[in-house]
């Protein structure tokens, strides 16, 4: 465990089915049991209302890592397909057990996409991967414009939650999960400097309810029509 840790902080590749893929498998047990919550409608950003030119979803990079749910049953493969739906094409869901190369994969984007935009986002316990795999990319100064945490309940207020290599952070909370303790055990915490937003709703639930698409359509938008960032360590 701790060498799978240690070589996922890294970013080290896996071969075959270590690689995150582009949703080959967007429908699990939530796609019934939870479905989708599409929003009413979509606003883009003023910039791309009047020059739509300017909105590339096709430099938007989104990694997604799914919890302690091989089922998924929350439905977060699912927000991710809808996320593709909205044209973001380079949109990848992994498992615990198939994230390792995510790290390895960013870099490589980097190098081949100057102007790419890098979206990591983690659902319960796959929160603390992404935090694990933002951490393991400040070592050589990769930038991730972009870190979101979806009901991370072991996500805490610590320098290594917001890593300067990050542009920016969401924190997405909801009720905490009955066998932690709900909301007086383990329910994570809000974010010095990053957006911190608290649904009324059950954790298993909170990827596919309609305020979550509506806030990640927001952000989304808002970084495919931002120009891109300078370096990693940059002012944010």
């Not at 270590?18 to 939530?30: E, R, S």
């Not at 749910?69 to 990848?92: I, K, M, T, W």
């Not at 400040?138 to 991730?144: G, H, L």
């Not at 608290?198 to 596919?208: G, M, V």
């Amino acid at each position: 465990m701790l060498l799978w840790t240690a070589a996922l902080a890294a970013g080290c590749a896996a071969p075959g089915p270590g690689k995150p893929v582009a949703l080959v498998n967007d429908v699990g047990t939530g796609t019934f049991l939870h479905p989708i919550q599409r929003p009413e409608t979509v606003t883009y950003p003023p910039s791309c209302r009047e020059r739509p030119e300017l909105c590339r979803k096709d430099h938007v990079y989104i990694f997604g890592v799914n919890g302690l749910n091989p089922l998924c049953v929350g439905n977060f493969n699912g927000l991710l397909a809808y996320f593709r739906e909205q044209g973001f094409e380079h949109s990848y869901f992994a498992q615990l057990y198939t994230s390792i190369g995510i790290g390895d994969e960013i870099r490589k984007i980097r190098r081949a996409d100057p102007d790419a935009k890098i979206v990591l986002m983690g659902f319960s316990a796959g929160c603390n991967v992404a935090k694990l795999i933002a951490n393991g990319l400040r070592e050589d100064d990769t930038r991730v414009d972009l870190l979101v945490y979806v009901v991370g309940d072991m996500i805490w207020d610590t320098p290594g939650s917001s890593p300067p290599n990050v542009g920016r952070v969401v924190n997405i909370r909801a009720k905490g999960l009955v066998l932690t303790g709900g909301d007086w055990g383990l329910n994570g915490a809000d974010l010095t400097g990053a957006r911190n937003h608290k649904l009324e709703c059950r954790h298993i639930l909170t990827p596919s309810r309609r305020e979550t698409l509506a806030l990640m359509m927001e952000e989304l938008l808002a970084l495919a029509c931002k120009p891109p960032a300078g370096p990693a360590g940059a002012p944010r």
